[in-house]
């Protein structure tokens, strides 16, 4: 599908932006057509430039794992609520404001989706993923335009083009549980979950040195695609015993580090018996608010001591990020791209699972390769 986009959005006197949108609550794949969510196309009134802000162009803009979440409710019912924040572009507008010397009109660019305020005690503590003014700028992306704060914009490197650069994101967030694994060379690791944060996470993992290193998928081409990025070994849990396997792999002793990227609460009940004593469980995803994870303190915290900790959003990782879109193995996400007015046919992709990563085109800009689902 490779249908003409309309042109890009002037550099100013914007007054409203096409955005793809959750047009009513419900989950995506409820079987009663009455009870199912649906995404659209929506209009939003544009957001003005303030002094220290950037609008930015959008050329590309990935779909997450958890934005079929915000149709389900999970952040609010009153719609239309706007989505995307794995966004690639290039900079329309300045603020009179801004104090950025590295940014110019014309930039290709990326950015974090949220604004640290810097002024919160978290933020003074070095904890900007506590900032009590953290859901005051929340601005979606998967948009003709969108306006984020400046210390949000981060500049694509030359070689990086802006289709990869709409995965800086979701780079930065496998490089933000790698941070919490606190990984040793040697140490033998598992990764649950094989969607785009795994699979990232993973080729992390493997750079850092890991042994043993594994992915647990049920999907059969998430596993072999977790082995061209490194993976040693791959464990199907609906047609084998993750416990024997994990056994097996490890030589009885367990994985030092096991992360979890599925989100899924068939997935995480049972990893912490993967995990070996004095090892670190990462649950890197968003899960149910509902569920409750059955935990044994005597079992897992003091006789095993376990480390447990997990991901809510990626302070402190951007910079790292960039340098990494360059390095890592991107091109199995790039591979299906849908024009934005077809936002809904690119999340029922989505939710089909026969691609990585689903991406929609917001914007058809100067460097923009003709695309189309499935393509590259």
Request: some cysteine.
């Amino acid at each position: 599908m490779t249908a003409t986009a309309p042109a890009t959005a002037p550099a100013t006197g914007v007054q409203q932006v096409e955005t793809v949108a959750v047009t009513r609550i419900g989950s995506l794949t409820a079987h009663d057509a009455g009870q199912r969510g649906s995404i659209g196309v929506v209009t939003f009134p544009a957001d003005e430039v303030g002094p220290e802000d950037v609008r930015i162009t959008v050329a590309y803009a990935a779909i997450c794992g958890s934005d079929p979440h915000l149709a389900e409710g999970f952040f609010g019912t009153e719609v239309p609520i706007g989505l995307g924040h794995e966004i690639s572009g290039v900079v329309a507008e300045l603020g009179s404001g801004v104090r950025r010397t590295d940014l110019r009109v014309g930039d290709r660019v990326s950015g974090n989706f949220v604004r640290f305020c810097g002024a919160c005690q978290p933020c003074q503590d070095g904890r900007q993923q506590f900032c009590t003014n953290l859901h005051e700028y929340n601005r979606p992306g998967m948009a003709r335009s969108v306006v984020w704060h400046e210390s949000q914009v981060y500049r694509l490197p030359d070689s990086v083009s802006l289709l990869t650069g709409c995965l800086l994101e979701p780079t930065s967030v496998a490089v933000r549980i790698a941070d919490k694994t606190r990984i040793r060379p040697g140490d033998r690791v598992a990764v649950c979950g094989g969607g785009p944060i795994g699979q990232l996470t993973l080729q992390l993992m493997q750079r850092y040195g890991a042994t043993a290193l594994t992915l647990i998928e049920p999907i059969a081409e998430r596993r072999d695609l977790a082995r061209r990025f490194g993976a040693r070994h791959v464990i199907d849990p609906n047609s084998e015993s993750l416990t024997e396997r994990s056994r097996e792999i490890t030589a009885g002793a367990g994985f030092d580090v096991v992360i979890d990227a599925s989100g899924s609460r068939h997935a995480v009940a049972g990893l912490l018996d993967l995990a070996a004593p004095g090892g670190t469980v990462v649950y890197g995803a968003m899960y149910p608010e509902e569920y409750v994870l059955p935990l044994n303190l005597s079992d897992y915290l003091y006789r095993k001591e376990l480390t447990l900790t997990g991901v809510f959003v990626s302070p402190y990782t951007f910079p790292r990020a960039v340098r990494l879109l360059e390095e890592l193995d991107l091109e199995p996400f790039l591979q299906s791209v849908y024009d934005l007015e077809d936002a809904a046919e690119a999340f029922e992709t989505h939710l089909g699972g026969a691609h990585p990563k689903v991406v929609i085109r917001c914007n058809r800009l100067p460097e923009d390769p003709e695309i189309g689902p499935g393509q590259a």
